[in-house]
C-alpha cells in the first residue's frame, strides 16, 4: 500500500565521493516493496528543492524495519541526502510504480548501467526464490564506478564490461562477449541511461527474447498529475510515475 512515512537516517556506506547506500529506519513497519518499485524522497532542509526526488528503493528489512537506497550524487537533492546527520527525519512517499514481471524463468540477464543497478538487488532475491538461474551484465565508465559485484555474487554470474577497459572486458555493455550468436536468455531485464537500454532492447527483439525497462525519466509529481514524465508506446503516452516504470521494450516507441 502506498505509504507516507517519516523515517530516520540510520547509516551511510559511502562507495566513493559521489555514490553512497543510505538505509533509514523506522519505529514502524516498512511497507511491503516489489523489484522496481521507488520512492519520492522529500530533500529535508532544502527550500529551494521543493519537489521529491524519485529513487529506486535498493532493499528492506522487514525485522529491522530499513529500506535502503544506492544513490549517485548528481545534483542539490542527491547531494543534500549523503550529507544528512544520523538520525535525522526523511519524509518519503513509497512504494511508487509498478515493477518487473517474474515468471518462472529458467534464465535471465540483468542489465544495468550507472544508478540502473539499484532495482537488481530486490529483483535477484525474488528470482532466487523461483530457481532462475541469474546473470548479471554491470557497464561503467572505469573500475571506480563499479558498485554491488559482491552483493550481486550471491545470486548469480557477474560480467563487467568497462569503457576504458580497466575492468571486466572493455566497451560498452552491448560489445559484451555475451551477446554471441548463441545467447540465450529467457528473459532481459535493463535499467540505466536510455541508450544502454536502447542498445540492449534492439539485440533482446532481434533474438525474439522478451526485454523489460525500468525508465528513469525526470519526474515532479511522482502521482500522474503533471505530465512531465511521459514517454511515448505504442498505446499513446504514458506516465512513467505511474504506469512505469517498467515497461515491455515492444511497448516503447523508442
Ligand atoms: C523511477 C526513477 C528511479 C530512480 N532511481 C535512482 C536511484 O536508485 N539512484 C539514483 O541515484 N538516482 C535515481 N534516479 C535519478 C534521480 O531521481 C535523479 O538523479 C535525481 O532526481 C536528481 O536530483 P538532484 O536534485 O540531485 O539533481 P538536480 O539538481 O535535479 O539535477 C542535476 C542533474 O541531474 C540530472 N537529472 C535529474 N533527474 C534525472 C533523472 N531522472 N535521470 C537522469 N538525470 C537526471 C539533471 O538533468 C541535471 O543535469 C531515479 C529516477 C527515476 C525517475
Ligand atoms: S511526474 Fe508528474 S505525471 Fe509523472
Redesign the pocket.
Known amino acids: 500500500m502506498k505509504r507516507v512515512q517519516d523515517f530516520r537516517v540510520k547509516h551511510y556506506r559511502r562507495l566513493n565521493s559521489d555514490n553512497y547506500i543510505l538505509t533509514l529506519s523506522s519505529d514502524s513497519d516498512v511497507e511491503i516493496v516489489k523489484p522496481g518499485n521507488f520512492a519520492e524522497i522529500k530533500i529535508p532542509d532544502t527550500p529551494d528543492v521543493f519537489l521529491r526526488r524519485p529513487i529506486s528503493i535498493l532493499d528492506v528489512d522487514h525485522n529491522a524495519n530499513t529500506i535502503s537506497f544506492y544513490i549517485k550524487a548528481v545534483g542539490k537533492g542527491t547531494r543534500k541526502l549523503g550529507t544528512l546527520a544520523i538520525n535525522s527525519v526523511v519524509n518519503i512517499v513509497y512504494p511508487l510504480g509498478n515493477s518487473f514481471t517474474i515468471n518462472k524463468q529458467k534464465n535471465v540477464l540483468l542489465v544495468g548501467g550507472g544508478s540502473g543497478i539499484a532495482p537488481f538487488i530486490l529483483l535477484a532475491n525474488k528470482l532466487k526464490n523461483e530457481n532462475t538461474a541469474i546473470t548479471f551484465l554491470i557497464g561503467a565508465r572505469s573500475k571506480g564506478d563499479v558498485f554491488l559485484t559482491d552483493e550481486f555474487s550471491k545470486y548469480g554470474n557477474v560480467l563487467i564490461t568497462t569503457e576504458d577497459g580497466s575492468f571486466g572486458e572493455k566497451g560498452l555493455v552491448t560489445q559484451h562477449s555475451v551477446f554471441t550468436d548463441s545467447f540465450n536468455f529467457d528473459h532481459i531485464y535493463t535499467c540505466g541511461p536510455d541508450p544502454m537500454m536502447k542498445a540492449v532492447a534492439k539485440i533482446a527483439n532481434k533474438k525474439y527474447i522478451n526485454c523489460e525497462a525500468s525508465l528513469e525519466n525526470m519526474?515532479?509529481?511522482?502521482?500522474?498529475?503533471?505530465?512531465?514524465?511521459?514517454t511515448p508506446t505504442i498505446a499513446g503516452n504514458k506516465?512513467?510515475?505511474?504506469e512505469g516504470p517498467v515497461f515491455n521494450t515492444k511497448e516503447l516507441k523508442w
Open positions: 519526474m515532479a509529481c511522482g502521482i500522474g498529475a503533471c505530465l512531465c514524465c511521459v506516465c512513467v510515475c505511474t
